[in-house]
């Protein structure tokens, strides 16, 4: 039996232990639903098992994190050499921003792409009590860019990435790249 409470989510949403991001999808979608029950403006403890979308909403995020939580997997071995590239991507909507990053291991052989494996994500949702003005998307877009930077600096000293190795970093959002490139920031 699930207990249709404020609360209870999020304990179930909670329970999931993911540090490196691999079910970041789905724990996005988790925040931006409880970010829906605060707008309710529920009690911690009031049942809405009589509202039938929140229910069904909430019953497919439990299915959707059991079947995320079972299907990842890890490498065990992430190989660091001279050649290492670091891909990050980086991204906005309207309600959330993040990054993740890929570690790209080139192969000599040009009939074999390499070895490409995603190390960690990041993920954050649009504070709810901003004005809508406030984060526009180029604005969260450019968030999300200083999110992948940040995870850069991270995975390099983690992993002792030397500071010569290739740093590729990705954005579809076209202004965001005009202002990084200009002079004026």
């Known amino acids: 039996m699930i207990h249709s409470v404020r609360g209870a989510f999020l304990a179930a949403s909670n329970s999931m232990f993911d540090p490196l991001g691999y079910i970041t999808p789905v724990s996005m979608q988790n925040k931006?639903?409880?970010?829906?029950?605060?707008?309710?403006?529920?009690?911690?403890?009031?049942?809405?098992?009589n509202d039938t979308a929140l229910t069904s909403e909430w019953r497919s995020l439990l299915l959707d994190c059991d079947t995320a939580v079972q299907n990842v997997s890890m490498p065990r071995e992430l190989k660091v050499n001279q050649d290492t590239e670091i891909h990050v991507f980086c991204d906005?909507?309207?309600?959330?921003?993040?990054?993740?990053?890929?570690?790209?291991?080139?192969?000599?052989?040009?009939?074999?792409?390499?070895?490409?494996?995603?190390?960690?994500?990041?993920?954050?949702i649009k504070p709810k009590n901003t004005v809508d003005n406030d984060n526009t998307i180029p604005k969260l877009?450019?968030?999300?860019?200083?999110?992948?930077?940040?995870l850069v600096k991270l995975i390099q000293t983690s992993l002792s990435i030397e500071k010569h190795n290739v740093v590729f970093l990705w954005s579809d959002a076209t202004v965001v790249l005009t202002w990084l490139s200009s002079h004026d920031i």
Do not use: H, R
């Open 141 to 150: 877009e450019l968030t999300a860019m200083l999110v992948g930077a940040k």
């Open 32 to 49: 931006l639903f409880l970010q829906k029950l605060w707008k309710f403006d529920l009690k911690w403890d009031t049942d809405f098992s």
């Open 92 to 124: 906005a909507s309207a309600t959330s921003y993040g990054a993740c990053i890929y570690i790209l291991n080139p192969s000599p052989n040009p009939d074999n792409q390499g070895d490409c494996k995603l190390v960690f994500a990041k993920g954050k």
